[in-house]
């Protein structure tokens, strides 16, 4: 099986400074790929980053994550978060060659002035 | 490009009634279809995986029963909430993937009165 494992509910960070959410795996399959979506508010959501290369770094929007197999993680990263960053981010991990995710349960990110 | 279309948006159906939802792929060719449902303040849990030619698989505490899925083509999927109470609200989304990604389509919301 696999699982997607997001250790915080809610991240607060005052804006302009970095902020990390936390995301590990586990998961049985060789050949995996990982994803960070955000979700706003009565959305879907909407993928934000992916990667299935280990070791290397993936950026989009001003986030950045890095594939680390040796640590099953793939945390996601901004130098200086913004007002409009607020929102449901969600790490999840592509199953069965792609035909499904499996989500982690998600960290609200709150920037606040 | 590839898309998923997905349908109703939102419904509204009374306790212990039935609703069906739809999805459609374009673009691709949808050989996987899976269902998910987020509930309110929670992530979003695999309800089933449809695979073209292969039963489809419920996760631990979805069935069939109250859950029917069909997946008859290539390009569509639909799947039917049974009897739905107060827990069956939330989001419902089908992803659908040829093989190499998954796409969602913009989620089902069910309100049950």
């Known amino acids: 099986g696999d699982s997607v494992t997001q250790t915080e509910g809610l991240v607060t960070v005052t804006e302009g400074l970095p902020v990390k959410l936390n995301c590990t795996y586990q998961?049985?399959?060789?050949?995996?790929?990982f994803f960070w979506y955000v979700q706003y508010l009565n959305e879907a959501p909407q993928v934000l980053l992916r990667?299935?290369?280990?070791?290397k770094r993936t950026e989009h929007q001003g986030f950045h994550a890095t594939l680390h197999k040796s640590s099953s993680s793939f945390h996601l990263q901004k130098s200086s978060a913004q007002l409009s960053d607020s929102a449901l981010y969600y790490c999840?991990?592509?199953?069965?060659?792609?035909?499904?995710?499996?989500f982690g349960t998600g960290t609200k990110l709150q920037v606040v002035p | 490009g590839a898309l998923v279309y997905q349908y109703p948006r939102r419904t509204i159906c009374k306790s212990g009634t039935s609703m069906r939802m739809e999805c459609q792929a374009v673009?691709?060719?949808?050989?996987?279809v899976a269902w998910y449902r987020q509930s309110p303040q929670k992530t979003f849990e695999l309800i089933a995986l449809?695979?073209?030619?292969?039963?489809?698989?419920?996760e631990q505490n979805f069935t069939q029963e109250k859950f029917p899925i069909s997946h008859p083509n290539l390009s569509f999927s639909s799947m039917t909430v049974l009897n739905a109470y107060l827990e069956d609200r939330g989001l419902y989304l089908c992803?659908?993937?040829?093989?190499?990604?998954?796409?969602f389509g913009k989620g089902t919301r069910l309100t049950v009165v």
């Open positions: 999840a991990l592509s199953g069965n060659s792609g035909t499904y995710q499996r």
């Open positions: 998961t049985t399959y060789l050949t995996i790929a």
């Open positions: 990667s299935s290369t280990d070791n």
């Open positions: 673009g691709f060719q949808a050989t996987s």
């Open positions: 449809s695979t073209v030619n292969s039963a489809i698989k419920y």
């Open positions: 992803g659908a993937s040829g093989g190499v990604e998954v796409f």
